[in-house]
């Protein structure tokens, strides 16, 4: 049998029984707690016949590495998507691809920030490579607060074949770089894209950014140098959408 995943937090675990309720074999949920968003939590349990444990904070605390809100949901894993599935959707999408590449994201936190903007953002898919990147844990999920559960995350072997892949497809691969001659605000973000966000402090790799199409940059009035990758992806994206609307 494989082994349950921990999926906690209120808006994770509530988009969770929301997207997959098949999944959810139990919750925990902390004693003597009542409010309201709890509640609806409960409500959606019950409505699928999700067993409910009522514990201490300890047990809670014990469960899981970060702040549970009291309630964790155990849960069968999740359905891993590969290349082949993106390349299906792109296959089938009736809008133009909006795309997000993580090259070397490896902090967790980031992860589910950049997830949760994605999804807020209506990017399609994100995709990492499995090398040295954040794997998609509790901590994650967690920050993603419940767009792990419902936007696709592909992991790939080869970032930069998939790229090219990518572009036989027409989709445009946009990478950011701080010494890029183009802004984030005079480039055109309307058509199929994929966005590249390097890693923390490093930036893109070599190999990916020699895929790229183009590269852009954020422009920085501070004394400031750079973004945390998050708050980028976020500026980014949303320019995007700003564009694509």
């Known amino acids: 049998m494989a082994k349950l995943e921990t999926i906690f937090g209120l808006h994770a675990v509530q988009a969770l029984l929301k997207s997959s309720p098949q999944r959810v074999k139990e919750l925990w949920v902390l004693k003597n ?7 609806k939590v409960l409500a959606a349990a ?4 999700v067993p409910v444990t009522s514990v201490g904070r300890k047990q809670l605390d014990e469960k899981v590495d970060g702040n549970h809100q ?13 290349e082949k599935y ?31 903007t994605a999804e807020a953002a209506g ?9 040295n990147s954040a794997s998609l844990n509790d901590t994650a999920r967690k920050v993603a607060c419940g767009a792990a559960e419902v936007l696709p995350y592909i992991s790939v ?14 989709v445009w691969i946009i ?35 020699e895929c790229c199409d183009s590269l852009i940059n954020i422009p920085m009035a501070g004394e400031v140098s750079s973004l945390n990758v998050s708050v980028a992806t976020g500026v980014c994206l949303f320019e995007a959408v700003r564009q694509r609307t």
Do not use: W
Not at 33 to 39: E, I, K, T, V
Not at 123 to 131: E, F, L, T
Not at 175 to 195: C, I, R
């Open 33 to 39: 707690r009542n409010d309201q968003r709890l509640q």
């Open 46 to 49: 019950q409505k699928m016949s």
């Open 70 to 82: 009291g309630v964790i949901a155990f849960a069968s894993p999740g359905k891993l998507h590969d």
């Open 86 to 116: 993106l390349y299906e959707l792109i296959d089938d999408l009736d809008v133009p691809a909006f795309l997000l590449v993580l090259d070397g994201v490896t902090d967790p936190h980031n992860l589910g920030a950049c997830l949760r």
């Open 123 to 131: 990017v399609q898919a994100v995709i990492a490579p499995k090398d």
């Open 157 to 170: 072997t080869n970032l930069a074949r998939t790229l090219k892949a990518l572009q036989e497809k027409g």
């Open 175 to 209: 990478g950011t770089a701080g010494e890029a001659d183009a802004g984030v605000y005079q480039s055109d973000l309307k058509g199929p894209m994929a966005l590249v966000m390097g890693a923390e402090g490093k930036g893109m790799r070599r190999l990916t950014r």
